[in-house]
């Protein structure tokens, strides 16, 4: 199971700097939001600063003993993290700590829900490199939710304090921001949030202003070779078990929708679509992984356009391709498509079909104006930017 501690997070120097800095304070906001990229390590950082907050050797030691009969206090720990030891370290490090709540997203039935956060956490603990994947429609439950607002009512368990972390905030009821806006103004001194996420402009700017924000950067190329290379061991079978679900046929597939698009055929791009999206039975994730795939091959573009080399190349297998399309692209163009995109990403995630989304978007990123001149105009001018 992950124990990692604020001073081993990777390549987040500076949020790593700033969250130590507060728990050797002792001063905590009521809130604190942690944003950035998926997959830089938010939700480790957020589960590490609730353990530097009830340790017991630490920041969540008590000024003096609470009774003539209770235990001595623990040796002195590290002044701004988890001494990883304590019985707090230990019990939050499996989520076991009284003080400590954990809300993620699930699927399924409601009825489901306890056997499906147990099986999630189970398979959090067995697994060092567990990662948290959406692939069905997924929601913090209320459910959930009205438990854990119940417990603030009450002191803490163990701790000075109660921790709650929230990943993935932005996938909560329009209620639960409601009920959760509340709860961050007027936590009392024993409560302190942390919510993470992804899509930050998903979450209501009434969240956003109450928070303290806390940026995660995305992990350099180096560092992600590196841990691969490690995580490889030398052994060539078992780097070949690593590229889960086939990376590269994947991304060429995605790669591959453009191709309608840019003959300006219509009836083929929504056919493809159709096979992307396997005709309406494609999860969210899916069709997000096929837009990331779309944005990862602009950064590529733009690199190329002003003289970056192979190695800094996501796609360089593909280069000569990448240097030929970046030839005729200037910046404004590929940011132009890149903010298309952004508009399928927030399309996806609200009420617009997904794969109608999809088809449009990648007209529109091949420089098809669908109905530009048609009668009513769009009031928001999407066609500039």
């Known amino acids: ?4 501690k604020l001073a081993e997070l990777i390549d ?3 949020a790593a700097s700033f969250l130590r800095g507060v728990v050797a304070g002792g001063r905590f906001a009521n809130a604190y939001l942690f944003h950035g990229a998926p997959g830089v390590g938010k939700g480790t950082a957020a589960l590490a600063f609730a353990r530097a907050l009830l340790c017991e050797r630490g920041a969540g030691r008590r000024a003096e003993p609470a009774g003539l009969f209770d235990a001595p206090l623990p040796a002195a720990g590290p002044a701004d993290d988890a001494c990883g030891e304590c019985p707090a370290c230990l019990k939050a490090a499996s989520l076991q700590h009284p003080d400590l709540r954990f809300l993620f997203p699930v699927s399924g039935e409601e009825r489901d829900l306890d056997e499906t956060v147990a099986e999630t956490l189970a398979a959090w603990r067995e697994d060092p490199l567990f990662v948290f994947a959406y692939e069905k429609f997924a929601s913090i439950r209320l459910s959930l939710t009205h438990d854990v607002l119940r417990e603030l009512a009450f002191k803490p368990f163990e701790a000075v304090r109660r921790v709650v972390v929230v990943r993935d905030a932005d996938r909560m009821r329009e209620d639960q921001y409601s009920a959760l806006l509340k709860a961050i103004e007027e936590p009392g001194a024993s409560t302190v949030w942390v919510l993470t996420t992804a899509r930050l402009h998903r979450l209501p700017a009434t969240i956003r202003s109450r928070c303290q924000r806390v940026r995660f950067t995305p992990l350099a190329e180096t560092t992600i070779t590196a841990f691969l290379e490690r995580l490889a061991g030398g ?3 078992r780097a070949l078990m690593l590229r889960e679900q086939r990376p590269l046929e994947l991304r060429n597939q995605a790669l591959a929708l453009l191709d309608p698009a840019l003959r300006g055929d219509p009836a083929a791009l929504w056919k493809a679509v159709q096979g992307a999206a396997r005709f309406g039975r494609a999860g969210r994730e899916t ?4 837009i990331e795939v779309h944005e990862l091959w602009l950064r590529d573009l733009l690199r190329a356009r002003y003289g970056a080399a192979r ?3 996501v796609n360089r297998d593909r280069e000569a391709e990448i240097r030929r399309q970046a030839a005729s692209l200037d910046a404004r163009e590929i ?3 890149l ?3 952004e508009e399928i990403l927030r399309a996806i995630e609200g009420n617009v079909s997904p794969d109608l989304a999809l088809f449009s978007g990648l007209a529109r990123v091949a420089g098809q104006r669908l109905g530009e001149g048609e009668w009513p105009l769009h009031a928001a001018g999407r066609w500039d930017y």
């Open 1 to 4: 199971m992950p124990t990692v």
């Open 12 to 14: 987040q120097p500076a």
């Open 235 to 237: 052994s060539l079978a």
């Open 287 to 290: 069709l997000r992984g096929i």
């Open 311 to 313: 190695a800094e190349l």
């Open 335 to 337: 940011r132009r498509r």
């Open 339 to 341: 903010m298309v995109l």
